[in-house]
């Protein structure tokens, strides 16, 4: 289960949870609770208000902002912190390419902003068949792009769509063009049906730690994310 929340989100340092109380003189609804569209936290180009934080309760599925938010976190923190260099597209990208194909020109606007040549991970954030998030990691150094699923299922036609994606961009540049594919088997699974966002969130985090070990587990899956988004903000 996840954290519960209210309005103001404060950090417990020891017991690494939240903790919420409604901030004074915040509007409310008329059952006397926070306006679910009040910003909590802004950064990064995204506002995460009461009730995006609300998807990171019980057994709600985790939505697009939240894994947005993080990716961008992680990447934040990654680059800051060194050696590697880290970029990640928005949720919107993977809908678009699959929508519009790696062709559009569409698409290539939509990523204009992330020069693969001069980073060594990407990471994309995958809504596959609208109902489960994955991660699809852009290795450069390897030219290696590494499919995470935390149900340990395959994306064969998106992976596809990525793949040509990479490709095309790889020839834009002048670059080699021979991009792999893997679909890491020995990694963490969700025991659930419903944190395959937060499962998500974590494959980035820990694909861009130095040692990239993923040794987590469905019971570190608790709290963590939001726990993670206070904690750095500092809020």
């Known amino acids: 289960m996840r954290s519960t929340f ?24 008329r059952r006397g609770g926070p306006s679910a569209h009040n910003i909590l936290v802004n950064g990064f180009g995204y506002n995460i208000t009461y009730q ?34 880290l970029a990640s597209f928005d949720t919107y990208f993977y809908t678009m390419l699959m929508k ?22 990407a990471l994309i954030p995958v809504h596959h068949q609208g109902n489960h998030w994955c991660l699809a990691v852009v290795d450069t150094g ?42 890491p088997k020995e990694i963490p699974r969700q025991l659930n049906g419903y944190d395959c966002g937060v499962f998500c969130c974590k494959y980035a985090q820990y694909t861009c730690s130095q040692d990239g070990i ?5 019971v570190n899956i608790n709290d963590a994310l939001v726990s993670i988004i206070s904690n750095y903000l500092d809020l």
Request: aromatic content about 10%.
């Open 214 to 218: 993923m040794n987590f587990t469905q």
């Open 52 to 85: 995006d934080m609300q998807s990171l309760q019980c057994q709600n599925w985790v939505n697009d902002r939240i894994i947005n938010f993080y990716l961008k976190m992680v990447v934040h923190r990654g680059n800051q912190q060194g050696p590697m260099k």
């Open 6 to 29: 209210q309005v103001k989100v404060t950090v417990d340092q020891d017991i690494n949870t939240i903790k919420c109380e409604p901030e004074p003189n915040t509007p409310t609804t």
């Open 142 to 183: 390897y030219m290696c792009l590494r499919y995470f699923d935390s149900m340990g299922g395959r994306n064969d036609k998106g992976v596809k769509a990525i793949r040509c994606y990479l490709q095309e961009c790889s020839k834009r540049k002048g670059m080699p063009s021979a991009w792999a594919v893997e679909y």
């Open 100 to 121: 519009h194909g790696y062709m559009s020109e569409i698409v290539m606007q939509w990523s204009r902003d992330i020069d693969l040549s001069s980073v060594d991970l």
